[in-house]
């Protein structure tokens, strides 16, 4: 498939964001190509249509199943797989936002709360453990928070997320 300019720029550039989220350029190319085009493709035509190698294509096809960012769907008579995302812009934000959490927050949370309850913590001085004791803190409160927001429909989340601009605009005094 030939991208028109418009989905060139888009993957190009969701590809180059890819490496500033964390992700491999790839990985990125090929879930912007599966959602700008908004249906499933199999392997071979990503591959050709990106210009990259069929190897590279089914390792990052692999990352975004690890991801739960695509899905694996068939097509009557064709025996090959076919990969498909949600075309919900909102469904792919919490997707992102709880396997994020998941990965990097939750983990993080775990060990502050085992140096915590290590008996060697009291060893520590003071300042030490008040510091870590606010870091568990505040991060056990942005948890809550993000489970909470996840539990939101999109509709509602929407309109918290526009409230908090709203409110920020109020408490700098903004009048547009």
């Known amino acids: ?3 028109s300019p418009v989905a060139r720029r888009f993957v190009v550039h969701w590809g180059e964001m890819g490496s500033a989220w964390g992700v491999n350029r790839t990985v990125a190319q ?5 959602y700008f085009h908004g249906r499933a493709m199999n392997a071979e035509e990503i ?7 069929r190897s590279n294509v089914s390792t990052s096809l692999k990352e975004l199943q690890n991801w739960n960012l695509i899905r694996v769907t068939h097509q009557l008579g064709d025996r090959r797989d076919y990969f498909e995302t949600s075309l919900d812009v909102w ?20 060990v502050l709360g085992e140096l915590v309850r290590d008996a060697s913590f009291a ?7 008040d510091r870590v004791r606010e870091a568990l803190r505040f991060m056990d409160t942005l948890g809550s928070w993000s489970e909470e927001m996840l ?20 408490v700098r005094g ?3």
């Open 91 to 110: 469904e792919l934000f919490r997707t992102i936002v709880r396997e994020r959490k998941e990965r990097e927050f939750d983990p993080t949370v775990r």
């Open 151 to 170: 539990r939101l429909s999109p509709t509602t989340l929407e309109r918290v997320l526009k409230l908090g601009a709203s409110v920020q605009k109020f």
């Open 123 to 129: 060893d520590e001085t003071p300042d030490a453990q």
């Open 1 to 3: 498939m030939e991208l």
């Open 47 to 53: 591959s050709d249509t990106l210009a990259v190698a």
């Open 174 to 176: 903004d009048s547009s």
């Open 30 to 34: 090929i879930h912007a190509l599966l």
